[in-house]
């Protein structure tokens, strides 16, 4: 296991704990680098949607562990936060929750000369994602396609 993926597991270990007294989700765990500055990100959620003093409780409880364990050897910056309205769809339970949702989705690739849809999940498995256009038509998507997927936010 690569080491940003080693600091993601242990770092979501200790994390579970604190939001289960809480009542949060976890959403995702993210350690990268960006712009010569190393990043730990912690996305939570709740029912209603998380406010800033729900990440300063779990982030000062969730930093005291780090610091404590410390088994992250580089300098880096916590943030926790609320996935926010482009959340991505990650796990089985994003999927579910997301069934019968308007999403959008990216491919890598062209597909039909295209790399954006749009449509209603109608299905999903390990390997592939279905979704249902506005034009009554179906298409599926190979998951290792998909460089985006998330619910679509129109304004």
Same mark, same amino acid.
Request: a negative charge; one cysteine or more.
């Given at each position: 296991?690569?080491?940003?993926?080693?600091?993601?597991?242990?770092?979501?270990?200790?994390?579970?704990?604190?939001?289960?007294?809480?009542?949060?989700?976890?959403?995702?765990?993210?350690?990268?680098k960006e712009g010569g500055n190393y990043y730990l990100r912690a996305y939570i959620d709740k029912e209603g949607g998380i406010?800033?003093? @729900?990440?300063?409780? #779990?982030?000062?409880?969730?930093?005291?562990?780090?610091?404590?364990?410390?088994?992250? %050897? /580089?300098?880096?910056?916590?943030?926790?936060?609320?996935?926010?309205?482009?959340?991505?769809?990650?796990?089985e339970k994003d999927y579910v929750r997301s069934m019968g949702k308007e999403l959008e989705i990216r491919t890598y690739r062209?597909?039909?000369?295209?790399?954006?849809?749009?449509?209603?999940?109608?299905?999903? @498995?390990?390997?592939? #994602?279905?979704?249902?256009?506005?034009?009554?038509?179906?298409?599926?998507?190979?998951? %290792? /396609?998909?460089?985006?997927?998330?619910?679509?936010?129109?304004?």
């Amino acid at each position: 296991m690569a080491r940003r993926e080693d600091y993601e597991k242990m770092t979501e270990e200790l994390l579970l704990p604190i939001l289960e007294t809480h009542g949060f989700e976890l959403v995702d765990v993210e350690y990268v680098k960006e712009g010569g500055n190393y990043y730990l990100r912690a996305y939570i959620d709740k029912e209603g949607g998380i406010a800033v003093d @729900d990440c300063e409780v #779990v982030s000062r409880a969730l930093s005291d562990l780090l610091d404590e364990k410390d088994f992250i %050897s /580089d300098s880096y910056i916590l943030e926790v936060s609320s996935p926010g309205l482009g959340r991505p769809l990650k796990k089985e339970k994003d999927y579910v929750r997301s069934m019968g949702k308007e999403l959008e989705i990216r491919t890598y690739r062209a597909i039909e000369k295209q790399k954006e849809f749009y449509g209603i999940l109608t299905a999903y @498995d390990e390997k592939t #994602v279905t979704i249902e256009t506005d034009e009554d038509k179906k298409l599926t998507f190979d998951k %290792s /396609d998909i460089a985006l997927i998330r619910l679509a936010v129109h304004f």
